[in-house]
């Protein structure tokens, strides 16, 4: 009994001394790891000592995507900082991690400890509804050497959750599953390296019923038969609106949910229809589909399938006709002499194209035509006359909708010349034409009037104004972009509304500009000095990037609300003939 009882007392005893002798050679890492900048091209690490028995610290280091450079620097142990010379400017991320060492054992690493510089943070480049309940989110990786990215995300006047979702390092794009509609959501995205990260960018977005897309009809019969695509889940039905001619949409019927086609049997002949579907979801609608416009064109004049030419439709033509062209390329030079009939296009401008074979301007107008003649849906080109290469309009009062006018020569007013003109010109490019003398997008003069509405003007060449010259005149502009191209004012009084625009040269001219992007001039109502943030206007896409300060910007009043009913952007895509 004594022999055992002295037996457990030795076993017992070597226990003791093997823990004790285990939690003395123990040795725990470094914690705590602060990293600052002290000088240029300098950092400093500090951290705190957890031992008692180490010789010195040995450092880690790790530059961009390379491996870790084991040892790279050591310090004695009564040492709890180290310096390092870097580039502290660059996409290059530097990471340090620390271990003690007590001559023959080594501690754990401590955590990553990173120097992110200011170059180093990530940017949202988009943050657009994929679906109905989903969101892709795109960012630019500015850091190399990241090892992850931490994606943010609230709702609304709710809290962050700060890593919502932990991303792989070189990712750049990511779709989030996201129900809540009419609901704003908040992102923001960091890169990190273990617990250290970088500054954040944040975006948002509003996810809203998704609207019907490919609007397109045709007349058989009697009626108007429309067909889209439904893109939409659980709408509660679909809403078909109308507008004939340029009177404002109205409400014609709604179909129920997955209806996919609409039969118009309320039509007349000759007449212009527009219509446009949306979406909705009980008390939430969705933005309406695209613009499709299509014609009654029982008894109207059909060009070339009735007649061959353009003109030679125009000289049959009665007061009052429509003449519907089908898309091709018409070498004409355009004469409407006094007749007020309406020129439409079937399938727009971009296929259909009156080119003027530089043998004078492409239309004319100068027998005292009337609003009611209207010329809609061409690109017009390849004009070439002393006034006006593209459109020359004396004593005349036309309307001008959804044209391209581009590529025409002049020594006056390039795209266009008018002298005494009252009419409306809407939803019209201008572009690439040539005065020798001035206005190469158009020169405007002796009491002409006209109203621009949602227009662009630009990368037109003159030597005095190369976007507009006015002489003795009174133009209206809203919702007009002007790029690239200067504006000058002679003896002339302007309104400008709604729109993006260069400075104004004037010489004895007023002008009123309100609710404007107009470079020094933003001491007046509603005026901003802003880049207003196009998304590709070396490639003629001057529609708005998300984040555009010019974004619901444009005059309160209701009468200028975009098309889905918010408050007006400025720019020619803004207002209630923007979703062109």
Known sequence: MNKCYLLFIIILSFISFSCDN????????PNNLQITLIDNNQIKIIWEDQSSKEEK??????????????????????????????????????????????????????????????????IFTGIKQFDQDSIKITWRDNSIGEFSFYLGKKHSNGDWDEEYKILPSNSYEFIDFNPFLYDTTYYKISAACDLTISDN??????LLLPSPSNLSGFVISDCIQLNWTDNSKNETGFVIERKISDANYSVIASVPENSVTYYDEEIEKHEVYHYRVYAYLDDFNSIPSNEVTLVDNRGGIIVPDEINTIQSAIDIANEGDTIYVKSGNYKENIHFNGT??????????????????????????????????????????????????????KDANPTLINLK???????????????????????????????????????????SRPKFISTIIYNNTSRTAEGIYC??????????????????????????????LPSIEKDGSSQNVRYSNLSGFSTSVGNIDVDPLFIDPSNGDFHLQHNSPCKNAGNPDPIYNDTDGTRNDMGAYGGPYGNW
């Open 57 to 122: 610290f040995l450092i880690d280091r790790k530059k961009g995507e390379f491996d870790w450079y084991d040892n790279y620097a050591e310090v004695e142990a009564n040492i709890l900082s180290f310096s390092d010379n870097i580039n502290t400017d660059s996409d290059t991320l530097y990471s340090y991690r620390i271990r003690a060492f007590d001559g023959k054992n080594y501690s754990d690493y401590s955590q990553t400890i990173t120097w992110f510089s200011d170059l180093t943070t990530p």
């Open 22 to 29: 285990k939690i003395e050679n123990d040795l725990l890492e």
């Open 471 to 500: 002489n003795w005149s009174k133009p209206t502009f809203e919702n007009v972009t002007v790029y690239n191209n200067s504006i000058y004012l002679q003896s002339s009084n302007t309104g400008w509304v709604n729109s993006i």
């Open 201 to 206: 960018s944040v975006g948002y977005i509003i």
């Open 340 to 393: 007020n009939v309406s020129l439409l296009s079937t399938d727009g401008y971009l296929s259909t194209i009156i080119d003027g074979d530089n043998k004078g301007s492409v239309i004319t107008f100068e027998s005292g035509e009337s609003s009611s003649s209207i010329i809609d849906g061409f690109t017009l080109i390849n004009g070439n006359s002393t006034y006006g290469g593209g459109i020359y309009c």
């Open 405 to 447: 006018i581009e590529n025409n020569n002049a020594s006056v007013g390039g795209g266009i010349y008018s002298d005494y003109w009252r009419g409306i010109i809407r939803n019209v490019i201008i572009t690439s034409n040539n005065a020798s003398e001035k206005g190469g997008g158009a020169c405007l003069t002796n009491e």
